[in-house]
Structures are given as structure tokens and as C-alpha cells.
């Protein structure tokens, strides 16, 4: 079970922020597993199997996905039809265009506002910054605190989640 939260920041840098808490047959094994793959160029946090993340960061590690996020929903397919290796988790994907969710049947859904939040958490985060979202000014955006703040939230109110928060920047390209 996871907390992935993605937002853009008032200070010219895109953000995810992640819980590290890893839960196998209900042991919970804090602060083993990073969910958040950074590139030059965007980032991707995945919720979900710890089978798939690792799919996901070798193939990154290895070069064959570099490019963004057709790409990685290309390979996600190819991984799919495989029988032993059966996609069942989410992601998020963050780059200067706009924030992504690649769904559990590996559909890519275009997120309307400049945050979003995945997994078992996803609404205490969502809760955390739609209150903040609605009194901001028009072309206001977090500072990086709240979004931290978000998923300290998710992780106390969800048991699944936990471990210390890792937060991860990129800078936006500059117009």
C-alpha cells in the first residue's frame, strides 16, 4: 500500500513525494522501497505491485525507456501480456506539459489540476491539497511543505502506509 503525491511547486519545480513503507503478507518493511523514478525530463511514482515497480525502474536503468510516457504505456502492454507478469498497479507521471495517471487497465488519463495522489492514501492527500487548492489565487501553486504535508497526512490516517517520506524535484523548463 502506498501515498504518491505529485504537484506542481511555487518555486518553478515539479514535486512528488512518496511513502517508502513496502507490506507483504502483512509484514510491513519500513523505508525499503523507493517508488518515484526520476529523469531528466519527468518523473513517474507507481502504486501498486512491488513486481511491476521493479519492471518498471530496471527497464528505466537499462536505457529501453527514456523517452516518456507513450512509452512507458507501451511497455507496460508488453509487460502485460506476459501471464506472469500482469500489470496491476497505477501511476503518475509528471513532466512541464502536465500531470498523468496511467489507471490499472493502462489507460492515461490527463489530470485536470496542478496535483494528484495515488494509492491506498489517495484521499486523505487529495482531501490535504483540494482544501489549499480552493483558496488559492488563480495562478498559485503549493510550496513544496504542503505537499510533504499531504502525505505525512495519507500515512497517518492509512495504516499501509508509512516509512519516512522521500520527495523528489525537477525544475519546470524555464518559458
Known sequence: MTIVVAAYTNDGRMMMVSDSLATCNGIRFPGKVPKIITQPDFMLGIAGSYHC??????????????AGLTEIVDYLHAVNNH???????????????GISLIDGALGILSVDQPFHAIGSGQEAALGCLLGEYH????????????VEKAAAVACHLNIGCGGPLVSHFLHLPTQ
Open 83 to 97: 501471464e506472469h507478469d500482469k500489470w496491476d498497479s497505477e501511476c503518475l507521471f509528471i513532466n512541464a506539459e
Open 53 to 66: 515497480l521493479r519492471k518498471v525502474q530496471q527497464a528505466i536503468a537499462n536505457s529501453s525507456l527514456r
Open 135 to 146: 483558496d488559492m489565487e488563480e495562478d498559485e501553486l503549493f510550496d513544496p511543505e504542503s
